[in-house]
Structure formats: C-alpha cells, structure tokens
C-alpha cells in the first residue's frame, strides 16, 4: 500500500486528466503494474486513467493507431495484416495471462520495464508515439526513449504503427517461460526478387532500452536473402552490453547471434512461402 496517497482522480477526457497533472505529486495510473510497493513521501494521488477513450486499436488510411490504455492480452489477440504481427508475438510472451490483461502499451512505453518486450518489435516496425500535454505531437521511438518526453504534464496517447509489407520476426529466451528475457530480438526485412532492400534488427535487454543496430542492418542490406554467407554477417560489432547477475555478457553475446540466426530461416521460410 501506498500510504501518502490521499486521493484519486479520475477524468474521462485527455484534457482534463492533463489538466490534474499539472498539479504537484500526481501519478498517472492505469494498469498498475510498475507502482512499487511500501510508500512514496512525494506521491499525493494518483490519476486514474482507466475512463479515457484510449482503449483502441484503429486501422486507418496510412496506419495502425493503439490506444494507450490498450492491455497487452489485447494486443495479444488482434490479427495485425502484415508483419506488425510480430508486436502481437511480442507481447504474448511477456509475463504472465493476469499481468497481460492489466498492462497497458502506453504505460510500458513511459516505464519501459525490462520484462515488458514491446520495444525491440517498436523499434524495426518505425513506431510513432502519440503525446499531448506540453508535447503535442509525434514522436519517432528513438526520440521517445532519448529525451524522456514525458517529463512533466505530458501524456502518451497512443502507438501509431506504419505499413509493414515485408517479413518480420521475433524471439526471445529467457530460463522459464514467465522470467524477464535475457535477450529478445526482432527484425524486419522487404526484399524485392530475394534481394534484401531494407533491414531493420533491433535488440532487447542487453542495454538498459532497446537498440537497432545500423552496423548489421547496413552489412544486409542488398544481399540476396538466400546467400549462406548471410549468418556471419549478423554478428555484433565490437560492443559493451549491460552486466547480468546470471549470464556472462560472452554467453549472452552468443545466444544473441544464435537467435539472430533463428530469426533468419525464420524470414527466410517465410519468403520461400510467398
């Protein structure tokens, strides 16, 4: 229990609850999943979030937009129509069924804990983030994540996910099925007549955020997708990668380039499908 908390507000539109805030030793409140437990002296209420009309997914003209308040079961479930279906394979994995009907896209964005998986797929699929408040606009992930643009009265309203026509795929290893991954992998390759024109590969849980890594989408890009050579080149470049208190950062290095060259044949079916 929280014991300075003292009030709950709960607006139903984004500018009320921005409005709330704006007011001193508020926090924003949704799935709830991030709050740690014991006391916090400089929290006064929480803004539950729970009524905004934040809760869809929207196929539109040029994009997908998920709602901030979208709950991962949800987003577990929903039938993208191309490789975006790697975010619903994402989130499916992470924690658990109880915890995936409370957290929520946007609160995962704001907090980006390490088990949540969102990122990595977020990042190769050249994800938006929609914010109001004193930041009106959108956001490309990378921004996002560099400038902590929710400092302050802000508030994430949603993801907008832009077409995908190529192949996607995702994995993750962790020692049991509901642990934090060691490390998650995404990657997103378009491919005219099996050359490879665009490559996106983005890492997870080796840094404190998620990361692409240009090095290796640049060594892809205009290869033929069926050259054998193409396992070598998904090797990291020379890199330091956070310290884990159970795996060696050689261990992890190497399972990384295991599950990169998974991910692969994974596309690389996928295209021979097609």
Not at 23 to 46: E, I
Not at 145 to 166: D, F, N, R, S
Request: glycine share 6%; net charge positive.
């Amino acid at each position: 229990m929280i014991k300075s908390v003292r009030r709950w507000y709960r607006p139903a539109s984004v500018t009320a609850a921005l409005e709330l805030l704006s007011k001193k030793r508020v926090k924003p409140y949704a799935g709830g999943t991030s709050f740690q437990r014991g006391g916090n002296p400089d929290l006064h209420a929480f803004l539950d979030l729970r009524q905004l009309p934040l809760h869809e997914i929207k196929e539109q003209a040029r994009d997908i937009e998920i709602g901030a308040l979208v709950r991962f079961s949800d987003l577990a479930r929903y039938s993208f129509p191309d490789a975006r279906a790697i975010l619903s394979l994402a989130v499916s994995q992470a924690a658990s069924n109880t915890l995936r009907n409370l957290i929520t896209i946007g609160g995962s964005l704001a907090d980006h804990p390490a088990w949540s998986n969102l990122l990595a797929p977020l990042l190769v699929l050249e994800a938006r983030i929609k914010v109001a408040g004193a930041a009106q606009e959108y956001y490309p992930l990378p921004q996002f994540l560099q400038e902590k643009i929710c400092a302050g009265a802000t508030l994430i309203t949603g993801v907008h996910l832009p077409p995908a026509p190529g192949f996607g795929a995702y994995r993750r290893w962790a020692r049991t099925r509901f642990d934090y991954s060691v490390v998650d992998v995404a990657v997103y390759l378009e491919c005219r007549q099996n050359q490879i024109q665009c490559a996106r590969l983005a890492l997870g849980n080796l840094w404190a955020t998620a990361r692409r890594i240009p090095e290796i989408e640049a060594r892809l890009t205009g290869r033929d997708l069926r050259d054998p050579e193409l396992p070598e080149l998904l090797k990291l470049p020379p890199v330091k990668i956070a310290p884990h208190p159970g795996f060696s950062s050689a261990f992890r290095l190497n399972l990384t380039h295991q599950l990169l060259c998974a991910v692969l044949q994974q596309i690389r079916e996928q295209s021979h499908a097609n």
